[in-house]
């Protein structure tokens, strides 16, 4: 019951005791978890790899798998796009993957984390030490106009609008008698803001004066309702819900150091979104319209509360007798407006949370990755016999047979060969014949690379034009080998005929090959339009490293070539890592190097010329090139010598005969040397291709269509 003079039974302040009391216990138990929650550890930060799509992806999975990983990766291979996402808030640290050299760039944001940028970079170096790598911090320039330490900037201003309210209330009363005088202290509070708000544009930006404006006017409004709806016990409330609530952030000082729930539940306070609008965040769609909901819809609902609660006093005036206190009438009415206001609220943060657009994926979608067939065990290799028996291993449905067989190997002692037309079983799926296909063979294993699609391991250009490869080169990483193949751009012009195709021009792909790890396409590079040009040089019909180059030698022959006769040499070298950008090609004019491929000199004539694709090596400082003369219909098997890489390159005797009959339907064709394989001083091993100009009879006999090798003699020095 109330006296005459509105004073409380100690049983009906037994309930606000009580309310009181759990407050207290509730604010105390949230900041001790909050000391919890803000212990410099990311959780699960977004962060965006830039890389070819197949590296980063590689990478983000390894990364998430680490015991203890705290971030949330992705990848994308667009650089200026991963700026534009961390410019934008979407994504805390772009870190730029160098597959060209060892040390990584991590990208962050000028926004004062410090505690956050801590610990990205130890996370980052952390990913790099585990493949001895290195890690480079670098600092972008898109908060010029920031407010340094947005969330103490933030909790000062909430501050500053709930000491402005107890102050009044503590000289004045809680509750004001009349409209009037609730108007001023609204008032009193918006002058506030403005004043707060000055200064912080003139210590920052206007932005930041609009935000600190709006925080210290919602943060006063939300506590003259509280206030209004439960007296000075309403200031209690006040407390937990502007000061408290927040706590783990200001602890925190950045929101991607905080579990959940704490990072979801601190977003939603006025501390929260003054901070998020005080960030680049404020960009994305979803965070502009959490921060424009919490400051304004604060702002809103809390002079709806204080209206409501004045017309609810004027009622009570009207109803009491002329020595009530209507300030100090039953409380009814203020639980019914409590349950109200707090009902409200919560349906508007349910409708809008659920009608926020989503924000976009803070990393690009993952690629999906190529993978290996089961483990076959080549058994034990001596010699070339044992190679031909591993030729003629069990066909699996993801190779029965294929020819060209260049070779590279991996720092990790596996190999790495390229087919080129390759016969598949017909439980594969897909076509019978794809373009090319990627086998890795390791001393106790060997498997067949499949791409995703199923088709070709460089799939197929648009325009039906499919990728031949001619060669191999192995670029060795730190924790990984970028192999660049060569190859031509094929176009098929007449399906039944064996010999029915152009080449239209070469092309160079590039994968990435983790240590142990499966090969990935990263990508390919188109060299030239398309142009069924024989004079053209086919660029990479042979390539080989030497001296930090990566030289690709590159075979023409005449428009209307006489029988038998073969292709011309000649000759291009780049830096290894710029081996997808042709315009950083320079070619050999017989005396200098220089950029116009029309001036490369033929460092072998077309008249008892090579094969269309050949092999060049060195080997105790003579350069050899290993071909069949006069291409598929020549015989002899020659190996020219040279002091250098530029040449001149002088033939010697053959070394082997590989005729093909074609009246029999046997061809042999394209020998290519493997000068890492069973390697012998005076020798090398040699492949070739066989194949049959009845393709019946090779999908009834696969082996028809697999590769045989022999081993050659190497002219000496004086050959040169």
Known sequence: MTTRRGRRSPGERLPALLLVVALLLVAGAWTLTAGAAGDDRLQQAPVVLVGPDVVTAAVASEVEAMPGSELAVGGTDDL????????????????????????????????????????????????????????????????????????????LAVAAGFALVVVVSMVWGPVPRTFRRGVVRVAGIGALGVAAGLLATALASPRAGAVVLAAVVASGLV????????????????????????????????????????????????????????????????????????????????????????????????????????SLAPAPWRRQMAVLAVTLMASTTAVLTVGL?????????????????ECVGPGKVDDIDDLNRIADLRATDAFQGGDVGASATLQDGRTVWMFGDTLRGPDAGGARFVRNSMLVVAPDCLQVVVARSGGAIIPDRDGGVGYWPMSVAVLAQPGYDLVEVTAQRVRTTDPDDPFGFENVGPAVATFVVPVGGVPQLVGTTDVGPDDADTTRPMWGAA?????????????????????????????????????NDPSTWTYWDGATWGR???????????????????????????????????????????????????????????????????????????????????????????????????????????????PRFIRVPLPGPSAS
């Open 80 to 155: 200026d796009r991963a700026r534009a996402r961390l410019a934008d808030g979407e994504v805390v640290a772009v870190l730029v993957i160098d597959l060209a050299g060892t040390q990584d760039r991590l990208l962050l944001s000028d926004d004062h984390a410090p505690a956050r940028d801590r610990a990205l970079v130890a996370q980052a170096r952390s990913i790099a030490d585990a493949r001895d790598r290195t890690v480079v911090v670098e600092r972008g320039d898109r908060l010029s106009a920031a407010v340094p330490a947005a969330t103490t900037t933030s909790l």
């Open 223 to 326: 506590t003259l309702a509280c206030e209004a709806l439960a007296g000075l016990r309403g200031l209690l409330v006040a407390a937990a819900l502007l000061l408290v609530l927040p706590l783990p952030l200001v602890l925190a000082g950045d929101p991607w150091l905080l579990a959940q729930p704490w990072r979801t539940v601190t977003a939603w306070t006025i501390v929260g979104a003054a901070t998020d609008a005080l960030s680049p965040a404020v960009a994305t769609t979803t965070v502009a319209w959490r921060s424009g909901v919490v400051l304004a819809g604060s702002a809103v609902l809390a002079l709806l509360v204080l209206l409501s609660t004045r017309l609810v006093l004027r009622r009570l005036a009207r109803e009491a007798s002329p020595d009530d206190d209507p």
């Open 596 to 706: 116009d491929p029309a001036d490369a000199a033929a460092l072998i004539g077309a008249t008892e010329g090579t094969s269309q694709t050949l092999s060049v090596f060195e080997r105790d400082g003579t350069w050899y090139a290993v071909s069949k003369r006069g291409e598929v219909l020549g015989s002899d098997l020659v190996v020219w010598t040279a002091p250098a890489p530029t040449g001149p390159f002088t033939a010697g005797p053959p070394v082997a005969e590989l005729p093909s009959d074609p009246d029999g339907g046997l061809l042999r064709y394209m020998p290519l040397a493997h000068p890492d394989l069973l390697p012998e001083d005076g020798d090398v091993v040699v492949s070739y291709s066989r194949n049959s100009t009845d393709l019946g009879a090779v999908l009834e006999d696969p082996l028809l269509y697999r």
């Open 357 to 373: 657009p989503g924000n976009p994926p803070p990393v690009a979608p993952r690629v999906s990755l190529a993978s290996t067939t």
């Open 543 to 579: 390539t080989t490293l030497a001296d930090g180059w990566l030289y690709l030698y590159g075979t023409a022959r005449p428009a209307d070539p006489a029988p038998g006769t073969g292709f011309s040499l000649q000759v291009a070298r780049t830096r290894p890592a710029d081996v």
